[in-house]
């Protein structure tokens, strides 16, 4: 598989981009209690489309609320037959006392004892098993999610990236999705089980004693206030947090990406400042949206303790006059903790949802965002009848744009009606100045964009009625900006045609003069380029992806000259592997020293958008034009050296 087929990428000039672009060539490679977060625009719909999410796993959510709600039901009912045994103690003690009793009847307090760590046993294995089902469920769904989002990646324009840093979706793949998968894991089931243990607790309260209940019940609305207040004055700094988090990355993941190119410019300085600034905004907004978060709890224990009061008064009151039992009052006491806690979890978990709601809504905005346009039907049943790797045959190489006009915005046209017809096997060169828009035209051939107008002819079809996958294959690239990844030499090679043999890369590596130097290494085509492949040098990568090229064997090249930045034993290697390539091959050739393109078949001359002159170097020098002047431009450059 060629390279462009496999790395769509690249960048125009700054003057022809129209909008912020990458680097050009191919790209490589328990929310904790109210932290982190933001308020969402839409919960609803979030939480609607997280549930479509959960759909597949709905049988083992079921499983998960059935032994949440059944440890939750267990555990509650431990503490009003322990009041009982407590009242049997009490009773048996002050009867002997009195001189008027059995006694202390411990068998019947044993038996009480037993059954209730049954209770409890029972209770604590319905709550491991769904922890453990819960677990596996929020697992599943992450790696859905992680699938789709790397799927989406694949299927989206160039452009939305253009605007977008890689600091933005990263952070969506792995900060967002992760605070989904913690709440999953931890917080659906526990907002259940304090659900039940409100509704359930509320029961056995109202079994003792209404009055006491009644006092108890008290404390809720001044909670409710509390916790309203608290949540309105958080929100605004969970949001700020998560958006300047995303800044935070983009700006260390460029720096790190460019890390030599701010050290060669003393870009170290305003590299800092930017992060202090950028990382000081994230650190007071993380701190006041913790600390906002962090007084909820001291706050409903307050509250709480205030309700313990009231209940304890009451008790001692009703147990005076004999309308309730000592182990009532216990009971009850028990009931009355039982109660706030999963309260306060729930006043604590309405932030944990608001967080997971809003990374779940940037999660599903970017699953939202516009795509490619789909392959029409009959390339998308041609390209999967066809084979999956291997040169493409039976492809002539001849390339029509007919009055192409595009633009990187809407109405900024950085092509505004431009014609030319490439024969098959021909060389066809691109100069003129910066911004004139000779890399656009590599990427509207590639259908990296789509024209705004007009149309592109490979071999008598629209490119729009080719898959993407099937018209990339026909097209070899080799850019300036050289791509490697991490992996063997003979990895990268094969990464050009994945059913390639060993002799097969030897080969192509011959062909572009890189098989000496590969044998030159220890381990030879074995050896491991680093994760920034700068065990090699800028010569060798780029002859690396000149074979890599080769063993595609595309019938049309496209190649961003590459020679600029090499010595000149280097540079005739790379010429030669070039001229290789090139044999039997329509190529466009992206020029920037024209000294390069005199035996081109035609060469294209652009401006500002449009093709100002076209023909072969001899009958473009004799009109002494526009590209005259060019040419003869940097012959006066050196001299004036």
Not at 287 to 292: M, N, P, R, T, Y
Not at 312 to 325: N, Q
Not at 535 to 551: D, E, P, W
Not at 627 to 635: C, P, T
Request: proline letters at 4%.
């Amino acid at each position: 598989m060629s390279d462009a087929n496999r790395n769509a990428a690249g960048r125009p000039d700054r003057a022809e981009r129209g909008r912020g672009g990458m680097g050009m060539g191919p790209v490589g490679r328990g929310p904790g209690a109210m932290m982190k977060g933001e308020k969402p625009r839409d919960f609803r719909g979030a939480m609607r489309k997280l549930a479509a999410y959960l759909g597949p796993h709905r049988l083992a959510v079921a499983f998960v609320f059935i032994f949440a709600a059944g440890s939750t039901v267990f555990s509650i009912v431990g503490p009003k037959i322990l009041g009982r045994a407590t009242t049997m103690l009490f009773e048996g003690v002050m009867g002997s006392l009195g001189g008027g009793g059995p006694g202390v009847d411990l068998g019947a307090i044993g038996r009480i004892l037993l059954s209730v760590l049954v209770l409890y046993g029972v209770s604590a294995l319905f709550g491991y098993i769904q922890g453990w089902i819960m677990s596996g469920v929020s697992i599943r769904m992450t790696r859905q999610l992680r699938t789709d989002l790397l799927a989406k990646i694949n299927r989206m324009p160039l452009g939305y990236f253009d605007g977008t840093s890689h600091g933005e979706v990263l952070s969506r793949m792995t900060n967002d999705v992760d605070t989904v998968n913690q709440t999953l894991s931890q917080s659906l089931s526990q907002m259940l089980s304090s659900l039940v243990m409100i509704v359930g607790v509320l029961a056995m309260m109202l079994t003792i004693s209404w009055q006491m209940t009644l006092v108890a019940l008290f404390t809720l609305p001044l909670s409710m206030l509390i916790i309203k207040f608290i949540v309105g004055k958080s929100q605004g700094h969970f949001r700020r947090q998560q958006e300047y988090l995303g800044h935070v990355n983009g700006h260390i993941e460029e720096m790190f990406g460019s890390h030599a190119v701010v050290k060669a410019f003393g870009g170290e300085r305003g590299s800092l400042e930017r992060f202090d600034e950028m990382n000081g905004t994230l650190c007071r907004s993380a701190w006041k949206s913790q600390f906002l978060s962090g007084i909820m709890m001291p706050v409903m224990n307050f509250v709480g303790n205030l309700g313990y009061v009231g209940v304890v008064i009451t008790g001692g009151w009703l147990a005076a006059r004999r309308m309730v039992e000592l182990g009532d009052i216990q009971a009850f006491i028990q009931y009355v903790r039982s109660f706030t806690q999963p309260v306060s979890q729930i006043a604590n978990m309405t932030n944990v949802l608001q967080q997971t709601a809003a990374s779940a809504e940037r999660v599903f905005e970017f699953l939202g965002e516009a795509e490619e346009p789909a392959d029409p039907p009959a390339a998308a049943k041609g390209l999967a009848s066809g084979p999956a790797d291997g040169p493409v045959h039976g492809a002539a190489g001849r390339v029509e744009f007919r009055n192409v006009r595009f633009g990187y915005e809407p109405g900024k046209p950085v092509i505004k009606d431009f014609s030319m017809a490439a024969e098959p096997g021909s060389r066809v060169a691109i100069v003129g100045p910066t911004g004139a828009g000779k890399t656009t035209l590599v990427k509207l051939l590639m259908r990296f964009y789509d024209v705004d107008s007009g149309s592109i002819l490979v071999d008598g079809r629209d490119l729009r009625e080719y898959g993407r996958g099937e018209l990339r294959k026909r097209f070899g690239m080799v850019l300036q900006d050289t791509w490697l990844f991490s992996g063997s030499i003979l990895e990268n090679i094969r990464y050009g045609r994945e059913d390639a043999t060993d002799a097969e890369v030897a080969a192509a590596a011959a062909a572009a003069h890189a098989d000496h130097f590969i044998r030159a290494f220890p381990d030879g085509y074995a050896t491991e380029l680093n994760e920034e492949t700068t065990n090699v040098s800028q010569g060798q990568k780029q002859l690396l992806t000149i074979a890599r090229a080769i063993l595609a064997d595309p019938p049309m090249l496209i190649l961003d000259e590459a020679t600029s930045s090499v010595d000149t034993h280097t540079e005739v290697l790379i010429q030669k592997a070039m001229h290789n390539l090139m044999q039997g091959r329509t190529s466009f050739v992206i020029a920037h020293r024209l000294s390069t393109v005199r035996d081109a078949d035609l060469i294209l001359v652009m401006d500002g958008g449009d093709i100002v002159e076209q023909g072969d170097h001899e009958s473009l020098m004799r009109k002494g034009g526009f590209y005259s002047g060019l040419y003869n431009s940097q012959f006066e450059t050196s001299l004036a050296r």
